[in-house]
């Protein structure tokens, strides 16, 4: 049975997912968070993104927000913290519209990050053959990690609805990548020290900090993206994908 648009209850978007460390809640598919019009509202309230270059409502799957490749993008504006210092999770709904292309070919889904400041992270996908993975950068001041070859994900087509979940532990400085609630490996970036973040930064889906560019684009939908100040658990993560997981056919 299909999901209609708007029927996606906001009980399951602010109490059914974890709610601690929640700084960011976003949910295409309920009409307190997407209505219509450029703003993708954050349902914590504080960091809203604007839609650019005519990103646009698919009414698939209780609603989503379709990303054509080309020059599409969602930005907040200048006031969310720097998450490439701190510990953090980054979970998401994601259907690709286009299969990825094998070799150098990032395909980027956030960063967090803004111009002149040098703390950021981002996670992308990129394919290796048959298989799909996560590829992740992290930096603070002149100390640059980045995770390639990337982690690969366990066997998701990306043309299907998947829950992605990408962990990050400030104290193990262990980066854990999951796929529909299952854990599917670790990469360690190692300790780059304890600078403190900022309040300066942005987040970019779809795209780069400095967009649009047609190197780094996405072509898929996202349906909904939490951002946490913490590494989840993974009994968190599976808990956020079985709240949701049949909105989405899975």
């Given amino acids: ?6 029927s996606s209850t906001i009980y399951q978007a602010t109490k059914g997912i974890v709610q601690d460390g929640l700084v960011l809640n976003l949910d295409a598919g309920v009409k307190e968070s997407y209505n219509g019009g450029t703003t993708w509202h954050d349902l914590k309230g504080s960091h809203d993104l604007t839609l650019y270059n005519g ?10 927000l379709t990303f054509d490749g080309g020059d599409e993008y969602a930005k907040n504006s200048n006031s969310s913290p720097d ?7 980054f979970s998401f709904w994601f ?22 400041v040098t ?25 640059h ?13 990306e ?23 299952s854990y599917n490996g670790v990469w360690q970036p190692g300790d780059f020290g304890s600078t403190p973040g900022n309040n ?29 100040n913490r590494a989840l658990t993974a009994t968190e993560v599976a808990q956020n994908f079985n709240v949701t997981r049949h909105r989405f056919g899975i």
């Fill in 159 to 181: 043309l299907n609805w998947n829950n992605f979940c990408i962990t990050y532990d400030n104290s193990s400085h262990d980066v854990k990548y999951y796929t529909n609630g």
């Fill in 145 to 157: 990690a980045n995770n390639l070859p990337v982690t690969m994900l366990t066997n998701p087509n």
């Fill in 55 to 64: 990103v646009s409502l698919s009414k698939e799957r209780g609603g989503a």
């Fill in 1 to 6: 049975m299909g999901v209609a648009y708007g």
């Fill in 200 to 228: 300066n930064s942005q987040y970019v889906f779809g795209n780069t900090y400095s967009p649009p560019s047609s190197t780094y684009n996405t072509e898929g939908i996202f349906g909904a993206a939490q951002i946490y």
């Fill in 95 to 116: 259907k690709a519209t286009e299969a990825f292309l094998s070799g150098a070919y990032n395909y980027y889904i956030i960063e967090n990050r803004y111009s002149g």
């Fill in 119 to 143: 703390s950021y992270f981002s996670h992308y996908f990129r394919r290796a053959s048959s298989n799909i993975g996560i590829g992740s950068a992290i930096n603070r001041g002149t100390s």
């Fill in 83 to 89: 998450y490439g210092l701190l510990s953090y999770s």
